[in-house]
């Protein structure tokens, strides 16, 4: 039976918006305890198992503009450094995961969006862009 996961998060951040332009941008940083991670087991069988503590460091920016003649431009970058600070339990012994990069984080992840309203029609586009991941 996997023990529960605890995170502590740290987050310091700073917004501004004036007629024209909303702006937010924040630092933050977890400290995951005992952090559950899916496993296979083999034969269509999955599970759930400790894989030790993790760290989560990173920042966000937001910048979203007032509509322009019905139109709402919106961009996101987020930078991320996750790493694992245990080693994985595996078999009775443990895999040399310490000091990696956490599965399934992206170090960069980027959005964009532009939305029309014109209180008859709308319309709505996104560009999401998020780069290479860890999986092992």
Do not use: C
Request: avoid cysteine; aromatic fraction near 16%; charged fraction near 15%.
């Amino acid at each position: 039976m996997p023990k529960n996961q605890y995170s502590i998060k740290e987050e310091l951040g700073y917004r501004y918006h004036d007629k024209y332009v909303m702006l937010d941008l924040s630092l933050f940083n977890y400290n995951i305890t005992n952090r559950l991670m899916s496993t296979y087991l083999g034969g269509g069988v999955f599970g759930t198992a400790n894989a030790g503590n993790q760290t989560v460091r990173g920042f966000d920016l937001m910048v979203a503009a007032r509509p322009i003649h019905h139109f709402s431009p919106y961009a996101s970058f987020e930078y991320l450094h996750a790493t694992l600070d245990s080693n994985v339990p595996y078999g009775g012994s443990y895999l040399r995961t310490k000091g990696y990069e956490a599965p399934m984080a992206p170090k960069v992840m980027a959005n964009f969006g532009l939305s029309y309203d014109d209180t008859h029609f709308f319309g709505n586009f996104a560009l999401h862009y998020a780069s290479s991941q860890s999986v092992t």
